[in-house]
């Protein structure tokens, strides 16, 4: 494991996905930390298809503006927004992985985030 700020982390797995559960509704989600790739190729096409509408009108919107350059800006910031909805709306990391790799990133929660994975008793 290496360490960044008291954070552990593999580097291999800050690449993957994170997971991250609803308290209230008890639904789950999986979500992609960093560049998107998907994004940068098929521009507005994969946060429709993950059900994210009002990102998914923004890039279609900003990609006729700009002619289609726009997706390579929004390939480095859309999965940081994906999360940030989520955080936002109530969902917290599901196991420790995702919550340091939330924190390594730089991503805040509040404090039940330790109920969800499992290390408050």
């Known amino acids: 494991m290496n360490y960044i700020n008291g954070v552990n982390f593999n580097y291999k797995e800050i690449l993957m996905n994170i997971h991250l559960s609803n308290v209230r509704t008890g639904q789950r989600r999986e979500a992609k930390i960093g560049f998107s790739w998907t994004t940068l190729f098929f521009g507005?096409?994969?946060a429709f298809i993950r059900g994210d509408v009002k990102y998914g009108l923004?890039?279609?919107l900003s990609g006729i503006f700009t002619l289609g350059t726009s997706?390579?800006?929004f390939s480095f910031?859309?999965?940081k927004f994906y999360i940030k909805d989520f955080l936002m709306n109530g969902y917290m990391p599901s196991n420790d992985y995702s919550k340091d790799?939330?924190?390594?990133k730089g991503f805040y929660f509040p404090e039940e985030a330790n109920f969800i994975s499992g290390t408050n008793s």
């Open 101 to 104: 790799a939330l924190l390594t």
């Open 58 to 60: 923004i890039q279609f």
């Open 44 to 46: 507005c096409i994969p």
């Open 71 to 73: 997706h390579l800006v």
């Open 77 to 79: 910031i859309y999965n």
